[in-house]
């Protein structure tokens, strides 16, 4: 597969592509620390790329702290300019609000923002500190922030599966997409548990499903970073990293054997499941109602079903997995020649067209 | 002697991301602690920041051979274990020593210190790994010749990935912080594009995440035997165990077989074998390392006698209880000989009941 290909975008897209890219330019770049539990060490991190930024001569300011600073930060904390955020205290709770106006008064180059995923008590200017990073951003000031995994609204089903715990707030995924940057704190829990004797840390096994949970979830951002960046630059699509497996449906294949075999890959891979069949007219009635058996059945198993036009099946099934940058191909067979020795059956032309994608056979089972 | 000692590596996805810097800093914070740390190995770079971590650290010298009238300097394995620390600090874990060296590559240098009761702490970059070597071909157009083995990775005690993003690599590649300016500017116009770097950041966050994975796996082993994790467990239909059996030829391409074949079977817990049929002196160098290199990534070979490649391999599989086979794209028949099968359509029609794929080649 050549993996660069020119694609010519229509132009309703060229137009929000500029208007995206504008509003880019002014905004200020956001940079995210991840991390897959608190003491990972992802305040340390962010912190210090704040020093390292004033030490290169950008005006940097701390706009959020969390309670407990250790020394280490608190060491860089005393060479750098605090915006002190207002505590407030609502309902019982403490709160410690941004200083926005503050901020936009001193507007500095860069603003480092600890505790992402905080709330603002009701009343202030945004219920979300996440909201108020946003703003900032749109006033063209970076900011450079810290967020744990259990504090991810998409993932907190997860994460609560994991732990039994789920945190009150929390931030929209989509935040994280929007980000310049994001980097990933990673460490082995043995480290994290020595650092410090944390009661309310879950325990090794916990916290390496958390890890991986964390390292997937950013493999899947940078994904879409790198497929937006070739978009963005009029480059198709080409692999990633992830393994994408495309089960083509017909109404006589094993469907049940192929899906199967997929959602466990799927599964081990972490990777994408999707589902084709490419529309016949002709179909008989009898072959309909098997091809809607397997469609169901793909749907239930959390396959993205795809339902592909075109004349021939061949062209359109491996126009669609270079489109969706499949890496493994499902296909049923028979075991029996094609109808004619001198034409090439599908399969074989199948094979032969597979560029850059794995193609497994499957037999049809006893029936067939 | 305490047994043999354990690994910990630092995987990062480009040369700059601060795998060494992390893996000093670690060593640095053992040492305070009183731990018995030396440094085995150690590459400077002329990185300042790096170079200023191993102050106070004990060195090992290293060793000074001549090869071709050039000199080199590899770890002294030898003195290391002679010296026999606690801790031993070894930098880039994929390296090949010179030629005269005792041993073919580093890794092999850092389980002879594990051997002699020594913890390592080692560092690579995911671009090293053998499984993801035609994938990172594909991304990025370079060919890395470097590799290690999977299961020696696999081994290793802990992983940690060390995170930094492409803008900031750039950034201190543009600074002249991981090489001089000019060596700079040409890397930022051939390996490290924000492109290159994107895709193997992906591929080493997603490595990490498996081995995690793999680690939790086999923790759980017992309770949740042959079960995939988040996979509800269907009592009607028992998760058979899969096996993988990789059909080798002369061709170049088997390379590419193999690897694809054994990250399959990797990922999906089977059994991997390898399988070549065919006359023996027929392009019996090209077969023999192939069927050295699988056996490198602990795959089980086997050579079978005769003409009947696809009678062969069916009989073969069917014995051996394979579930899937594992095949190259046959190449394609002169137009004269259309009318006949290729070996790929025998082996369809042959071993009907068995699942086989077909792997292509992975190009640019």
């Known amino acids: 597969m050549p993996s660069v290909d020119n694609v010519r975008p229509n132009p ?10 504008e509003r880019r330019e002014n905004r200020g770049r956001l940079k995210i620390f991840l991390g897959y539990a608190s003491r990972v060490g992802k305040s340390f991190r962010m912190f210090d790329e704040g020093r390292r930024r004033k030490e290169r001569g950008q005006d940097v300011v701390v706009g959020a702290l969390q309670s407990g600073v250790t020394a280490e930060i608190q060491g860089i904390l005393n060479r750098l300019d605090i915006v002190p955020p207002i505590p407030t205290r609502h309902a019982g709770r403490d709160y410690q609000v941004m200083d926005m106006s503050a901020l936009f008064r001193r507007h500095p180059q860069v603003c480092l923002i600890d505790g992402l995923a905080y709330d603002n008590p009701p009343g202030s200017r945004n219920p979300h500190r996440w909201q108020d990073v946003s703003e900032l951003l749109d006033r063209g000031i970076a900011v450079i922030t810290a967020v744990n995994l259990q504090h991810i609204a998409e993932q907190q089903a997860a994460v609560e599966r994991i732990t039994g715990k789920r945190a009150s707030n929390s931030i929209p995924e989509a935040f994280l997409h929007e980000a310049d940057e994001i980097e990933v704190v990673d460490a082995p829990p043995d480290a994290l548990r020595d650092r410090q004797k944390d009661s309310s840390l879950p325990d090794a096994r916990c916290l390496a499903e958390l890890r991986e949970l964390a390292l997937l979830l950013a493999a899947d951002v940078v994904d879409h970073q790198l497929q937006e960046y070739l978009d963005s630059h009029g480059v198709a699509a080409r692999w990633g990293a992830q393994e994408r497996i495309l089960v083509c449906l017909t109404p006589r294949s094993n469907a049940a054997d192929m899906l199967r075999s997929g959602q466990r890959n799927k599964l081990r891979f972490h990777g994408a499941l999707l589902a084709a069949y490419v529309e016949q007219a002709d179909l008989p009635p009898k072959d309909r109602e098997l091809l ?40 049923g067979h028979t075991g029996r020649p094609g109808h004619s020795w001198l034409a090439r059956s599908p399969i074989d032309r199948l094979i032969d067209g597979a560029e850059g994608f794995d193609v497994r056979l499957f037999p049809h089972g006893s029936a067939w | 002697m305490s047994g043999r000692g354990k690994l910990k590596v630092y995987l990062g996805y480009a040369a700059g991301v601060g795998k060494t810097y992390r893996m000093l800093e670690e060593a640095q914070e053992l040492r305070q602690k009183g731990a018995d740390i030396v440094i085995g190995y150690f590459e400077p770079h002329g990185r300042k920041e790096t170079i200023a971590k191993t102050e106070g650290l004990e060195v090992v010298p290293r060793r000074v051979l001549i090869y071709n009238g050039s000199q080199f300097e590899e770890m002294d394995s030898e003195a290391v274990i002679r010296r026999k620390p606690q801790i031993a600090v070894v930098d880039e874990f994929a390296h090949t020593n010179v030629p005269g060296s005792e041993r073919v590559k580093r890794w092999q240098d850092v389980h002879a210190l594990q051997e002699a ?50 803008r900031a690599l750039r950034n201190r590649l543009e600074r002249g912080v991981v090489y001089s300016q000019e060596k700079a500017r040409r890397a930022m116009e051939n390996f490290f594009t924000e492109t290159n770097l994107t895709a193997l950041r992906e591929m080493a966050l997603r490595h990490t995440a498996h081995e995690v994975e793999e680690k939790l796996d086999a923790a759980g082993a017992a309770a949740m035997l042959g079960e995939v994790p988040g996979e509800p467990s269907d009592p009607q239909t028992p998760v058979k165990k899969e096996r993988i059996l990789i059909c080798l030829t002369g061709r170049p391409s088997s390379a590419i077989l193999i690897r694809r074949g054994k990250r399959v079977a990797d990922y999906i817990h089977a059994d991997c074998l390898a399988v070549h049929v065919g006359d023996p002196t027929h392009d019996r160098d090209a077969v023999e390392r192939h069927m050295s290199f699988a056996r490198n990534l602990r795959i089980d070979t086997h050579v079978l006698p005769g003409s009947d490649v696809s009678g062969a391999i069916a009989k073969f599989a069917r014995a051996q209880g394979i579930t899937q086979i594992f095949m190259g794209r046959s190449a394609p028949l002169p137009w004269w000989k259309r009318y006949r099968e290729t070996t790929v359509q025998q082996v369809v029609r042959q071993a009907r009941d068995m699942q086989i794929t077909i792997v292509s080649e992975r190009r640019r």
């Not at chain 1, 795809?306 to 021939?312: I, T, V």
């Not at chain 2, 081994?155 to 993003?165: C, M, N, R």
């Open chain 1, 12 to 21: 309703e897209e060229l137009l929000r592509k500029v208007q995206a890219d």
């Open chain 2, 117 to 166: 009761g020594i913890d390592v702490i080692t560092t690579m970059n995911v671009q090293h790994l053998e499984s993801l070597n035609d994938q990172v071909f594909h991304a990025t157009g370079i060919r890395v010749r470097e590799t290690v083995p999977d299961w020696v990775v696999d081994e290793a005690d802990e992983l940690v990935f060390v995170d930094l993003t492409p």
């Open chain 1, 292 to 331: 809607d058996k397997h469609l169901a059945m793909a749907r239930e198993m959390g396959a993205e079903v795809h339902s592909l036009g075109g004349s021939d099946f061949v062209e359109s099934i491996l126009q669609f997995a270079r489109e969706q940058r499949i890496t493994q191909l499902f296909l």
